[in-house]
């Protein structure tokens, strides 16, 4: 469940299903080739691959939804600043990415999840409320670097436009002389993120390769996310 994001899938080829909770009830919304479906902070959502579902995922807020705006539906007992951030690694022993780490994570979220959709379905709230309370809380120490992520990324070129808007007010146009563009290579290896394997496209964190002197794309992170079988890394 993101806590200030949006999230957006844009679904590319296959078929799939989208699980949602939140306080307006379980929805579950078929995922077509063509199809637009997005929600906003608050939901609670499960995809379900059910035949090569492939989708172009955008996020709001570039940065945020990889660092630390989603938290996991884990069982109650996982959800303390203790334990949490041990179930949620994907690191092994190693210190590696794992796929088996990944595959457990998953597990724990949907365990957690199908707890939250039982008690919501016996007319129990409280339980939806009391995860939300807890991921409020894990996420307590990140508010100050989320906020100057959201003031120098996605409300920094608000601005900017809106500095456009009141310089075109006055027939004043010298921002269109600055005009440039800019370019990010498909990324060359998979990650294992929450939502399935990711090729992430991220211009905040990654410079890419610009075909003007600098990118301008702030608002909004991109990936593309393969799910394969029904096995997906991760659950938010």
Known sequence: M??????????????GRLET?????????????????????????????????????????????????????FPPEYLSPETYPGAASLLDADGS?????????RDL?????????????RGNRSAYEDFCAAAVRLVQPL????????????????HTALRQIDALRQCRFNHLFS?????????????????????AYDPA???GTPAGPKSGLFAADVEECVRPGADLPGLS
Not at 5 to 15: K, L, N, P, T, W
Not at 43 to 51: F, L, P, S, V
Request: proline letters at 4%; hydrophobic letters at 40%; charged letters at 20%.
């Open 2 to 15: 993101h806590l200030t994001c949006a999230e957006c899938y844009v679904v590319v080829s296959g078929r």
């Open 143 to 158: 508010l100050d670097t989320w906020e100057k992520t959201v003031s120098d990324g996605a409300l920094a070129a608000a």
């Open 97 to 105: 990415p794992s796929h088996e780490r990944a595959q457990a994570r």
């Open 21 to 73: 909770l939140n306080y307006k009830g379980l929805t579950t919304t078929e995922l077509h080739p063509g199809d637009v479906v997005w929600f906003t902070p608050g939901t609670i959502h499960r995809a379900i691959n059910d035949g090569d579902l492939r989708v172009i995922v955008v996020m709001q807020n570039s940065g945020l939804p990889e660092a630390g705006d989603a938290v996991m539906t």
């Open 109 to 121: 979220a949907i365990a957690g999840f199908t707890e939250l959709k039982r008690q919501w379905r």
């Open 205 to 207: 964190r990654r410079a």
């Open 179 to 199: 005009a440039e563009i800019s370019r990010i290579a498909q990324p060359s290896r998979q990650t294992l993120g929450m939502c399935g394997f990711l090729h």
